[in-house]
C-alpha cells in the first residue's frame, strides 16, 4: 500500500525528442506528488509537483499528467535535451500523523538524452 | 537561497572509527531529515527532526546517532559501521509545515566508504 512503481528503469531519447515518466500508487491517502532530478554525486532537486485536485501541471518543458481514477502519474519532458540526463524518481506524500515527513519514492529511471 | 550544505563531501573509516556528517541550512526550516542513498537506488529515510526533536527513527541501527544541536544544524555520528553502510548519505530540510506538500530541499550529500 505503500509503494510508488516507476517505469521505465531507463530511458533512451534523442535530443528533441520527448521523454516520459510512469508512476503508480495504491494508497489513496496521498495527496501530493512531486518528481526529483537527480544529477551523478549531486541530492535530488525538486523538479516540479501536482496535487490530485488537478489533471495537469507545466512548467517550462516539464509537464505531469494526473489520472486520479487510475492511480497514475506520468512526467512528460518535452524537447529534451542532453543536460536533461539524470535521474529522474517520482514520489508521494500524504498529510501529517505518523507519516509527517515521509516521501515514498519510485525506484527511479535513468534517463540518457544523445545529443 | 534554497541550498543545504553538507560536509565532509566524502568520507572513508574504518569499522572501529567514529565520524561526524554534518549538514546546515539557512533556509529558516524547522523540519531537517537524515536520508541514505545506495547506487541506483532512491533515498531511504533514516531519521527525521521537527522543531529540533526526533519525530521519525526509522528503525535505524544505534551506530547511528542523529543529533539536532539547534534549527541549523543536523549531525550525523557514525560508530562501528559495517561496509554495507557505505552509501551516500543526504540531508534534506523543509518547513516543517506538517502538510503533505512541505517540499523537501536535499543537499549533495556525503559519499561514505566503510572499509
Known sequence: QQQVKQSPQSLIVQKGGISIINCAYENTAFD???WYQQFPGKGPALLIA????????????????FNKSAKQFSLHIMDS??????????????????????????????????? | DTEVTQTPKHLVMGMTNKK?????????????????????????LMFVYSYEKLSINESVPSRFSPECPNSSLLNLHLHALQPEDSALYLCASSRGSRGSTDTQYFGPGTRLTVL
Open chain 1, 32 to 34: 501530493y506528488f512531486p
Open chain 1, 50 to 65: 501536482i496535487r490530485p485536485d488537478v489533471s495537469e501541471k507545466k512548467e517550462g518543458r516539464f509537464t505531469i499528467s
Open chain 1, 81 to 115: 535535451q542532453p543536460g536533461d540526463s539524470a535521474t529522474y524518481f517520482c514520489a508521494a506524500s500524504k498529510d501529517g500523523g505518523t507519516s509527517y515527513g515521509k516521501l515514498t519514492f519510485g525506484q527511479g529511471t535513468i534517463l540518457t538524452v544523445h545529443p
Open chain 2, 20 to 44: 561526524s556528517l554534518k549538514c546546515e541550512q539557512h533556509m529558516g526550516h524547522r523540519a531537517m531529515y537524515w536520508y541514505k542513498q545506495k547506487a541506483k537506488k532512491p533515498p531511504e
